[in-house]
């Protein structure tokens, strides 16, 4: 090793080693956080916003969406609804009547989150700065530097702990001070890299996920507390501990990644037998029964989404998952590769990232292994990871919901990387594992250390741009006033916001939203009579999407359908009868998704009353659509054109559509 290595050597493990690290890494979180003051609201923070408002504030027809209760603004409301979406079936009612909920969506279609914590704290917000969203931001961030803070301290805790190559029942041995001296560089090294992740960066810059933040915070504490708890025998630790966790489940469901914690130390970490080890469960099994039941008893829940899986309503469903899932997950967290890709790759190159994702994570699993083997506090962080996947893997892989897998996972990254910079212990390795390590060390410096921070920028210098984004999500391009009118979207695959955006802009909403198909492949529509237009599918079916290439922003936008609403399964000659239409089923697919289907609505179709829009791919945005004469036909073409007429007087309604 040459002098100067020997030198920055040297530095890293001061730097890493320092007492105050945890405070300066704290204080970094901030710095780094700070382009997303300017973000604004967006998505979810717009519909809670609504409901924080007081009836009296609230824009016309905007609790005909079904998403704003009645007694809004209040303190037992937003405590008990802030995201209780659609919380039982008056409310999915009036979001199938306003469009929200769009004719395929389930009839049992609920999703209500109980998060009392997090909403109090949302409403605080609310009552101190209702105008200002960079202080809502800042608030998340406060959060957010709490859990780096939390977690740097307890890196530091476990290596300087009696597990950490006995440190305990060795001190009087030569070589204690340079172990534990190691032991505290490894967890500065997996503090600085659980700071640097960039899958952190939107979740904390979203100001409706700071329920995940906050339950890692009281996790991370519960964990705090669990530790003291079992190796001083103080029952006040134990009650801190119990009330961690709790508070970390009224935070958010995610918070039961909690549990992971509590698991892996039971396994790994505590002393004596196995009495002993289930006993120190006893308190948080309480507490996550206690939990659950008043969470189901009071109807909340999560039902007929495959975004997000409730193992309590839907075990079998959740088991079949569980596995790709969490190998994503997994493979998200290690790779730096965010999983949420797959949304936008075919299936061919979804399977292609899955096979990476299993490989990547064998490969890690096979030159993390001597490691595991010797040191108990890297098992530790393993088991952390490993048992923090499961409840991670009730919503479909996104890299927001990592936070507790990434605790776990660089401390054992950091183990790793310590161990093997170490010129003794790559001399010790076989030459296969010798070679494995260096591929498996390289890819995971580059992508955690200089990848996660040009990730970072790249995100800090998008985010001023994401307001800008939203407005032109609700502006259409050469409409007619939509202002208390239906619009009818044969095809748009966003429209769902718009009453939202509109209504945080200041403009009218619409009087209702119907959208006819998902707009993910392309269709002919006829016109059968004054009252009456027929859909049918170029494709499969009409929620199919043809082959785009291994890459399109069409197959994440089909994805999001299937998650959110499904694909109806039916068969020829059923009728959906929603407020205005009827939906009539004339052709399925062999998987029995409707192919064609006749939309018959309650009044002609040229009515004032009603504005018409397509989704024009060639342009991505909205247009006026001009209806076809009846017995004429037009042909949409869907993510690979606009659209084309196969009769004269179409032709007519094409250069009216694009004028």
Same mark, same amino acid.
């Given at each position: 090793?040459?002098?100067?290595?020997?030198?920055?050597?040297?530095?890293?493990?001061? @730097?890493?080693?320092?007492?105050?690290?945890?405070? !300066?890494?704290?204080?970094?979180?901030?710095?780094?956080?700070?382009?997303?003051?300017?973000?604004?609201?967006?998505?979810?923070?717009?519909?809670?916003?609504?409901?924080?408002?007081?009836?009296?504030?609230?824009?016309?027809?905007?609790?005909?969406?079904?998403?704003?209760?009645?007694? /809004?603004?209040?303190?037992?409301?937003?405590?008990?609804?802030?995201?209780?979406?659609?919380?039982?079936?008056?409310?999915?009612?009036?979001?199938?009547?306003?469009?929200?909920?769009?004719?395929?969506?389930?009839?049992?279609?609920? !999703? !209500?989150?109980?998060?009392?914590?997090? #909403?109090?704290?949302?409403?605080?917000?609310?009552?101190?700065?209702?105008?200002?969203?960079?202080?809502?931001?800042?608030?998340?961030?406060?959060?957010?530097?709490?859990?780096?803070?939390?977690?740097?301290?307890?890196?530091?805790?476990?290596?300087? /702990?009696? +597990?950490?190559?006995?440190?305990?029942?060795?001190?009087?041995?030569?070589?204690?001070?340079?172990?534990?001296?190691?032991?505290?560089?490894?967890?500065?090294?997996? !503090?600085?890299?659980?700071? &640097?992740?960039?899958?952190?960066?939107?979740?904390?810059?979203?100001?409706?996920?700071?329920?995940?933040?906050?339950?890692?915070?009281?996790?991370?504490?519960?964990?705090?507390?669990?530790?003291? +708890?079992?190796?001083?025998?103080?029952?006040?630790?134990?009650?801190?501990?119990?009330?961690? @966790?709790?508070?970390?489940?009224?935070?958010? *469901?995610?918070?039961?990644?909690?549990?992971?914690?509590?698991?892996?130390? =039971?396994?790994?970490?505590?002393?004596?037998?196995?009495?002993?080890?289930?006993?120190?469960?006893?308190?948080?099994?309480?507490?996550?029964?206690? +939990?659950?039941?008043?969470? #189901?008893?009071?109807?909340?829940?999560?039902?007929?989404?495959?975004?997000?899986?409730?193992?309590?309503?839907?075990?079998?469903?959740? &088991?079949?998952?569980?596995?790709?899932?969490?190998?994503? @997950?997994?493979?998200?967290?290690?790779?730096?590769?965010?999983? *949420?890709?797959?949304?936008?790759?075919?299936?061919?190159?979804?399977?292609?990232?899955?096979?990476?994702?299993?490989?990547?994570?064998?490969?890690?699993?096979?030159?993390?292994?001597?490691?595991?083997?010797?040191?108990?506090?890297?098992?530790?962080?393993?088991?952390?990871?490993?048992?923090?996947?499961?409840?991670?893997?009730?919503?479909?892989?996104?890299?927001?919901?990592?936070?507790?897998?990434?605790?776990?996972?660089?401390?054992?990254?950091?183990?790793?990387?310590?161990?093997?910079?170490? =010129?003794?212990?790559?001399?010790?390795?076989?030459?296969?594992?010798?070679?494995?390590?260096?591929?498996?060390?390289?890819?995971?410096?580059?992508?955690?250390?200089?990848?996660? &921070?040009?990730?970072?920028?790249?995100?800090?210098?998008?985010?001023?741009?994401?307001?800008?984004?939203?407005?032109?999500?609700?502006?259409?391009?050469?409409?007619?006033?939509?202002?208390?009118?239906?619009?009818?979207?044969?095809?748009?695959? /966003?429209?769902?916001?718009?009453?939202?955006?509109?209504?945080? $802009?200041?403009?009218?909403?619409?009087?209702?939203?119907?959208?006819?198909?998902?707009?993910?492949?392309?269709?002919?529509?006829?016109?059968?009579?004054?009252?009456?237009?027929?859909?049918?599918?170029?494709?499969?079916?009409?929620?199919?999407?043809?082959?785009?290439?291994?890459? $399109?922003?069409?197959?994440?936008?089909?994805?999001?359908?299937?998650?959110?609403?499904?694909?109806?399964?039916?068969?020829?000659?059923?009728?959906?009868?929603?407020?205005?239409?009827?939906?009539?089923?004339?052709?399925?697919?062999?998987?029995?998704?409707?192919?064609?289907?006749?939309?018959?609505?309650?009044?002609?179709?040229?009515?004032?009353?009603?504005? +018409?829009?397509?989704?024009?791919?060639?342009?991505?945005?909205?247009?006026?659509?001009?209806?076809?004469?009846?017995?004429?036909?037009?042909?949409?073409?869907?993510?690979?054109?606009?659209?084309?007429?196969?009769?004269?007087?179409?032709?007519?309604?094409?250069?009216?559509?694009?004028?």
């Amino acid at each position: 090793m040459s002098i100067a290595t020997a030198k920055l050597t040297a530095l890293a493990r001061r @730097l890493t080693g320092h007492p105050g690290l945890s405070l !300066a890494l704290a204080l970094a979180a901030i710095v780094l956080m700070l382009p997303a003051l300017k973000i604004g609201l967006l998505g979810d923070d717009i519909i809670q916003r609504l409901r924080q408002l007081t009836p009296a504030e609230l824009p016309a027809r905007i609790m005909d969406t079904g998403f704003v209760p009645s007694e /809004s603004g209040k303190l037992s409301t937003v405590l008990g609804g802030l995201f209780a979406y659609i919380p039982g079936e008056a409310a999915a009612t009036r979001a199938r009547d306003y469009g929200i909920a769009p004719w395929w969506a389930p009839e049992a279609w609920t !999703a !209500a989150l109980w998060r009392p914590f997090t #909403a109090f704290t949302h409403w605080l917000d609310y009552r101190l700065f209702p105008n200002t969203p960079a202080l809502m931001h800042a608030h998340n961030i406060a959060w957010y530097a709490a859990a780096v803070f939390l977690a740097a301290m307890l890196y530091r805790k476990i290596a300087t /702990s009696r +597990w950490s190559d006995g440190l305990q029942e060795r001190t009087s041995e030569s070589g204690t001070l340079q172990n534990m001296q190691s032991g505290v560089s490894v967890a500065g090294l997996a !503090a600085c890299l659980f700071l &640097l992740d960039k899958n952190t960066y939107c979740p904390v810059a979203y100001v409706a996920n700071r329920g995940f933040i906050i339950s890692l915070v009281f996790g991370l504490l519960c964990l705090h507390a669990h530790v003291r +708890w079992r190796t001083t025998t103080s029952s006040g630790w134990m009650w801190l501990s119990a009330l961690c @966790l709790l508070l970390a489940l009224l935070a958010n *469901e995610g918070g039961a990644s909690t549990l992971a914690f509590l698991a892996a130390y =039971a396994l790994v970490l505590e002393a004596g037998g196995w009495r002993p080890r289930l006993t120190s469960l006893l308190p948080a099994t309480v507490v996550v029964l206690g +939990w659950r039941a008043v969470y #189901a008893g009071s109807g909340f829940g999560v039902r007929h989404f495959l975004l997000y899986i409730d193992p309590g309503y839907a075990p079998f469903l959740f &088991l079949k998952n569980l596995a790709p899932r969490a190998n994503a @997950l997994l493979g998200g967290q290690l790779t730096g590769l965010p999983p *949420e890709v797959a949304f936008g790759l075919n299936a061919r190159w979804q399977t292609v990232l899955a096979v990476s994702f299993a490989v990547f994570n064998l490969l890690c699993a096979t030159v993390f292994l001597p490691i595991l083997r010797r040191d108990p506090v890297t098992r530790f962080w393993a088991a952390v990871m490993l048992l923090a996947l499961v409840p991670a893997a009730t919503v479909y892989p996104l890299s927001k919901n990592l936070g507790f897998v990434a605790v776990g996972a660089f401390g054992v990254i950091a183990s790793f990387l310590a161990r093997f910079a170490a =010129a003794q212990e790559r001399a010790a390795m076989r030459g296969p594992l010798r070679a494995m390590s260096w591929c498996v060390a390289v890819w995971l410096v580059l992508a955690h250390i200089p990848g996660a &921070l040009a990730a970072r920028a790249a995100l800090g210098l998008a985010s001023p741009f994401i307001p800008k984004l939203a407005e032109i999500a609700c502006a259409f391009e050469g409409s007619q006033e939509i202002g208390d009118r239906d619009i009818v979207a044969l095809n748009d695959p /966003s429209i769902i916001m718009v009453p939202f955006l509109r209504a945080y $802009h200041g403009q009218p909403l619409p009087r209702t939203i119907r959208i006819l198909v998902p707009g993910s492949t392309g269709f002919e529509v006829n016109r059968a009579d004054v009252s009456t237009l027929i859909l049918t599918a170029k494709g499969a079916d009409l929620f199919d999407c043809p082959a785009l290439g291994p890459i $399109h922003v069409c197959y994440a936008l089909k994805a999001a359908n299937d998650f959110l609403f499904g694909v109806r399964i039916c068969k020829t000659g059923d009728r959906v009868t929603r407020k205005g239409f009827v939906a009539e089923v004339r052709e399925v697919s062999p998987r029995g998704a409707p192919r064609s289907v006749a939309f018959h609505f309650a009044r002609t179709l040229e009515s004032e009353d009603m504005v +018409w829009l397509f989704f024009d791919w060639r342009r991505h945005t909205s247009l006026p659509f001009v209806l076809p004469q009846v017995g004429d036909t037009i042909e949409i073409a869907g993510p690979r054109g606009g659209w084309r007429p196969s009769s004269r007087s179409a032709l007519g309604a094409e250069a009216q559509g694009h004028s």
